[in-house]
């Protein structure tokens, strides 16, 4: 048994994993749980971010417009199934115009550390970079200065300082469709100056996992455990009619995040249901988001559907511990 070291959540969005169904990750009966139209002006709702806020549950969503703009929004939630959801964009405040004029805004992530909740998110400054900022309420939000130079795509902080550090896995990225992508990870003593880059896993070549052939890129923020910190992760195929998204998992040690312990051959969700199949960009799945419950182990999974509207599944610790050891890379 592999514990979860953090909070318990009893409230946690759960189903039980259906009778005979083999697979380690399970959808929910009712996904997608945000539609397109979710908001007056959107087109889609996808790729968004939710953690435990108060006795319910907040998250930042990317509604792209219905003139294909994209930008992120605040939504609360009893149940972390039904949200509201802002009709306006967050609107940052900070210290320096240059770092506010906003070029895009799309597929952010949530963090709590310490006292405050940190969103990281892809922001355009002349090419995708990492855009930081933090909240306290979910109301007001304090840009700060941009993790990295572009391109970079995918920064997701670690819920705690490792060795003293703030901590940041990211995937450098390009301008365009990236047709490469490993993962990377950062340190920080203050969340402005990122340095001590260290290589963490790659794409996986040959036939071997071919579903993370192309690129992969981290998922929602890393999980503590006492075996290591669980990756959530995307993985990339180029296939004849475009790219596939699929989820793996990957377990990094603990005080050196960059060290692999373990890695999923087999990936653990991908798209088969038709919401995953047919939208805006078919054939995606990507996890940007988890509640965790460390009294029970169990975990449900935020992930984007064809670029189009918002699903959860579940899985638990030991569920992902033991797909990782029964099919490893
Ligand atoms: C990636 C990002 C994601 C998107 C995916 C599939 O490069 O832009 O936001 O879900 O492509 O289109």
Not at 66 to 86: P, Q, T, V
């Amino acid at each position: 048994m592999t514990k979860i070291i953090g909070n318990s959540l009893k409230n946690i969005p759960w189903q039980d994993k259906p009778e005979g169904y083999t697979m380690p990750v399970w959808r929910y009966s009712q996904n997608p749980i945000i539609g397109r139209r979710a908001i007056p002006s959107s087109n889609s709702v996808f790729n968004s971010a939710v953690v435990p806020f108060g006795d319910g549950f907040a998250g930042v969503f990317r509604c792209d417009s219905k003139s294909i703009s994209m930008d992120i929004f605040a939504g609360f939630s009893k149940d972390g199934i039904n949200w509201e959801i802002n009709h306006q964009p967050i609107k940052f405040e900070g210290e320096d115009e240059e770092i506010l004029k906003r070029e895009y805004r799309y597929d952010p992530r949530v963090c709590f550390i310490e006292d405050r909740y940190y969103i990281t998110w892809c922001n355009g400054y002349h090419g995708p970079t990492i855009g930081v900022a933090y909240t306290f309420d979910f109301k007001t939000f304090y840009q700060l200065e941009n993790a990295f130079l572009p391109y970079n795509r995918n920064g997701v902080l670690f819920p705690r300082k490792i060795n003293g550090n703030y901590a940041m896995v990211s995937r450098p990225s390009d301008t365009g469709h990236t047709p490469f992508g490993d993962i990377f990870f950062s340190q920080s003593p203050d969340l402005t100056y990122w340095g001590k880059h260290r290589y963490v896993m790659g794409t996986v070549p040959g036939d071997t996992s071919a579903w993370q052939i192309t690129k992969i890129g981290p998922g929602p923020t890393p999980i503590e455990t006492d075996e290591g910190w669980l990756l959530i992760y995307h993985g990339v195929i180029n296939t004849c009619n475009g790219f596939v998204y699929r989820m793996g998992c990957a377990l990094l040690d603990i005080n050196e995040p960059w060290k692999v312990k373990m890695r999923s051959k087999d990936y653990i969700l991908g798209p088969e249901e038709l919401y995953e199949c047919v939208g805006d960009v078919p054939n995606v799945t990507f996890p940007c988001a988890t509640l965790t419950d460390a009294e029970t182990g169990r975990i449900c999974i935020y992930y984007g559907c064809a670029d189009s509207v918002t699903g959860i599944a579940f899985t638990t610790v030991d569920e992902l511990i033991n797909h990782m050891k029964n099919n490893p890379l």
